[in-house]
């Protein structure tokens, strides 16, 4: 398996560069070029805010990158995760209320096929487990669904994900 270690402040900018890559090899749409939504247009706008929520939540403890270092290229990354954990109200399945989120999970191509996304999954599942956090979900691109597989995500049972996006409603 891939060597991956946990990020630091010092990674935020590698982070938002590579969170960038991952909207671009989707076409800048987050949902991916089969969703049927429409590409959004390529921008920067995003990347202060995201570099500043990444830093607040590292800070925190409430969010956690793992990442995978380039070996030629010392200070650069070559495939990251994102995990969130937020907090939402207890409930049978889910007695903490405490719910984590994997996002960004991203490898640059030339570094495919090296056990990198496997070993981010498994290190931030890991980190996520030590903050009590026991439900984890994710968006799962086609790409990657074997990889999450592999780690034990299953299909979400009942219901779709839907998502409605307040600033297009008229």
Not at 49 to 78: F, K, Y
């Amino acid at each position: 398996m891939s060597a991956v270690r946990l990020a630091s402040a010092d990674d935020v900018d590698e982070l938002v560069r590579l969170r960038a890559a991952m909207f671009a090899y989707w076409g800048a749409n987050p949902d991916g070029p089969a969703s049927g939504m429409p590409a959004q247009p390529a921008s920067t706008a995003w990347h202060p805010l995201a570099r500043q929520r990444l830093l607040e939540g590292l800070d925190a403890g409430t969010r956690i990158a793992a990442v995978a270092d380039d070996p030629a290229s010392p200070g650069r990354l070559v495939a990251a995760g994102i995990a969130e954990v937020l907090e939402r109200l207890p409930s049978p399945g889910n007695p903490t209320g405490l719910l984590g989120i994997v996002s960004s999970m991203f490898t640059e191509d030339d570094h495919r096929g090296r056990g990198h996304g496997a070993a981010i999954v498994e290190l931030l599942l890991a980190e996520l487990d030590t903050r009590g956090v026991t439900l984890v979900e994710l968006y799962a691109a086609p790409l990657a669904a074997p990889v999450y597989r592999r780690a034990g995500f299953t299909d979400r049972p009942g219901g779709a994900p839907m998502r409605l996006r307040l600033d297009d409603r008229g």
